[in-house]
């Protein structure tokens, strides 16, 4: 099927909300002013319900169908990033530092032209729930929404959510059923010791040393402790110590680190081995060591049955494939398909740089795809009574 000449219609008008949007960037939790704008334009469309402050920042609406049924949500991110943007495009960030790096802003206008579209047509039956979430990026906004009631609240049965992908054809769809997304969560690890004179070494306890083995040591819980057969990395990106000069060792140095894993049961192995390797490491040297983990979202895990839902409507719009191989970067989308059966599908976003990159732009020719996604997997899953 072709896309829908009103959602073709109206995609140029879609694409001028997202340049709008990508002219005024705002970080997790701080989306003021774009939730604001977003609902506004719920209201404007005739929404049934539009909710704001849901997860604190976080807006919802509800369209309801021509008959009863059951209500089927569609996730879209709001936040920016703390990035420079090196675009020098017209509607490049206004905001010095701050820029959609990730496409968020083509996510939130897409699904607010499917809102506009379906609150017209109201082709199906039951309730389509619309989640503009905050804080994507690191902060936790789909728990937040959660918390604050969202599933409840709005009697959401199954959810959906779709991210754009650059590097593959434009408007092509792809997912995968399983484990699609990892799981990060992040560590620090302080590490203190003695410190002192350079000329001296043998009155201190060398952290610097310490830190450098237990570095080294890490490295060998995925290639000796994870079964080979399954995905998991661990990466130390931060190396810091309280001394900035030549000839002192410093009393304490820390450690900033993540690991990323595609099972649960994995993943409490390797936080488990982080503990043990680096506090027995560090004790071989004399160094203390103390270990915090900032957990993040869960694996994100595509229940099978929605992945193809999902596809037979990406290949109805364009063309959809199920073999997605998983990948390290994770979204706490997977929050609300621990919660409710759903899927996280991709949108090719064509030869653009990549996600998180200073010269990156979403491609406002997704807009129509993306808009038609939503509308044919809303009316095929709550499809009016013949």
Known sequence: MPLRNRIAEMAPEVASWRRHLHAHPELRFEEHETAAFVAEKLRAFGCDEVVEGVGQTGVVAVVKGRAEGGAVGFRADMDALPILEATGLEHASTVPGKMHACGHDGHTSMLLGAAQYLAETRNFAGSVVFIFQPAEEGGGGAKAMIEDGLIERFGIDEVYGMHNWPGKPLGDFTLRAGPQFAAPERFDVVLTGRGGHAAMPNLNIDTTLAAAQVVTALQSIVSRNVDPTQNAVVSICGFQTETNTYNVIPEVVTLKGTYRVHDDEVQNQVRTRIEEVT????????????????????????????????????????????????????????????????????????????????EYEFNDAVIPYGVSWIAELAEARLPLPR
Do not use: K, Q
């Not at 994100?300 to 390290?328: C, K, Q, W």
């Not at 398909?337 to 990159?357: F, K, Q």
């Open 279 to 358: 506090t027995a490491t560090a004790a071989a040297y004399g160094v203390t060591a103390e270990i915090t983990f900032l957990p993040g979202p869960p694996v994100l895990i595509n229940h099978a049955e929605n992945v193809e839902y999902a596809a037979e409507a990406g290949n109805r719009v364009s063309s959809a494939t199920t073999d997605f191989p998983p990948v390290m970067g994770a979204d706490d989308f997977a929050e609300m398909l621990r919660r409710r059966p759903g899927a996280y599908i991709l949108v090719g976003n064509g030869d653009s740089a990549g996600l998180h990159h200073p």
